[in-house]
């Protein structure tokens, strides 16, 4: 049976999910009418302190967990945003329901407030099926948060914070669009926020759900925690989407995310000097001089680890390496910051097998956990052939 719970909320990104949707008009969504604007506001902020107070009445992490797995199998999108996100995060939802006309992006339109909260919450409900009809069998372990966890949640929480604080400092949702929204993310997205909140209380959970349909039993993970000042949030594993089958594979979240950070550091290398995507032969980067090979004289490395650290600051802090062919990462694997000797990969649990004529990379399937020097030297053999 499929995990019920898909993966943590990536939220990089998540407010241009809906750039080009169509041309924002008075027919539809109201957005333009102000009473009703009005209306849906007082409701929202109804609804708001009703969530918060339900969530602040949580005397333990037992809870919080049994209700986001019973809300998430009946579909409850709004209860499920409310218990990952800060409580005022009803703020991001309307700036990212409004369209804006915009030179470089075209005409966009309104979304509405069910497509906003499904946009915030798009790796989390991407493989959502109605189907499964699943109840929650209890929790089987609940472990104290590994420091890196902490730091995650940290960062996303300040990242969070810092969008609601300049709603709030700007006037508010109705003075802001979704693009410009966008970019204070990505800005935030390279801060160091590790001070950005306390964890007073967090675990690391692994529970159990039962298939309704077939009965059988499956686990899933979660990290439930409580920051001063705020009610028990959760946060469901791996930003990647990918389903987490051990705390162990946390590590494949961390090898998507510097995937993702390299692949913007090449595009902003390319836009400003046109040399990455011209180097035709592939190589290595990585984040040590022995994680290198073959690396054209044209290609800086430090600039690009600089400019990765824009979107993910931990890279100048742990092990990685990149193969890196027609101006895009096409394998990154990571060391697992617990130092537990193996690595994720990008994509996930594989190993380069080939790069064809046309660019494109070959695969093959890695059942086994590899240490990160292992992983190169494949990969240094594939590109050296």
């Not at 800060?86 to 939802?93: G, H, Q, T, Y």
């Not at 915009?102 to 407030?113: K, L, M, P, Q, V």
Request: aromatic share 8%; glycine share 8%; hydrophobic share 35%.
């Amino acid at each position: 049976m499929k995990k019920i719970i898909a993966g943590i909320i990536a939220i990089t990104t998540v407010l241009g999910a809906f750039t080009g949707c169509g041309k924002r008009s008075a027919e539809n969504g109201g957005a333009d009418n102000p009473s009703e604007t009005t209306t849906i506001q007082e409701i929202t902020a109804a609804e708001t302190t009703e969530a918060a107070a339900e969530m602040a009445g949580y005397s333990s992490y037992e809870e919080p967990v049994k209700d986001f797995v019973e809300a998430y199998a009946a579909n409850d999108r709004k209860k499920t945003l409310y218990m990952q996100y800060p409580d005022n995060v009803m703020d991001i939802v309307k700036v990212t329901m409004k369209g804006e006309e915009d030179d470089e992006f075209a005409i966009t339109g309104d979304i509405s407030e069910e497509e906003a909260i499904s946009s915030l919450q798009y790796e989390l409900y991407k493989s959502y099926s109605e189907d499964e009809k699943a109840t929650f069998n209890g929790i089987i372990s609940a472990e104290s948060l590994k420091e890196s966890e902490a730091d995650a949640i940290k960062h996303n929480w300040g990242v969070m914070t810092g969008l609601e604080n300049y709603i709030k400092e700007h006037g508010g949702p109705d003075k802001i669009n979704r693009f410009e929204l966008d970019e204070i993310e990505s800005d935030l997205m390279g801060d160091d926020l590790s001070d950005s909140c306390e964890i007073e209380e967090g675990y690391h959970v692994t529970f159990e759900i039962k298939d309704e349909n077939t009965g059988e039993t499956s686990e899933g993970m979660m990290n439930v925690f409580r920051i001063k000042g705020e009610s028990w949030k959760v946060n469901v594993l791996d930003s990647s989407g990918y389903v987490i089958r051990d705390r162990s594979d946390l590590v494949r979240a961390d090898a998507y995310s510097v995937d993702r950070a390299l692949n913007t550091a090449l595009v902003m290398m390319d836009e400003s000097n046109n040399t990455v995507s011209s180097i035709e032969k592939p190589f290595i980067a990585g984040s040590d001089e022995d994680l290198c090979f073959n690396v054209p004289d044209s290609f800086d490395t430090a600039r690009f680890i600089k400019e990765a650290s824009n979107f993910v600051i931990e890279i100048p802090k742990i092990k990685w390496f990149a193969v890196i062919h027609n101006g895009l990462v096409v394998y990154c694997a990571v060391e697992n910051a617990d130092g537990t000797g193996y690595a994720g990969t990008y994509p996930p649990d594989v190993v380069l097998n080939g790069i064809g004529e046309n660019g494109s990379a070959d695969y093959a399937e890695n059942p086994e956990q590899k240490s990160l020097e292992e992983l190169y030297d494949i990969c240094a053999g594939v590109i050296g052939e």
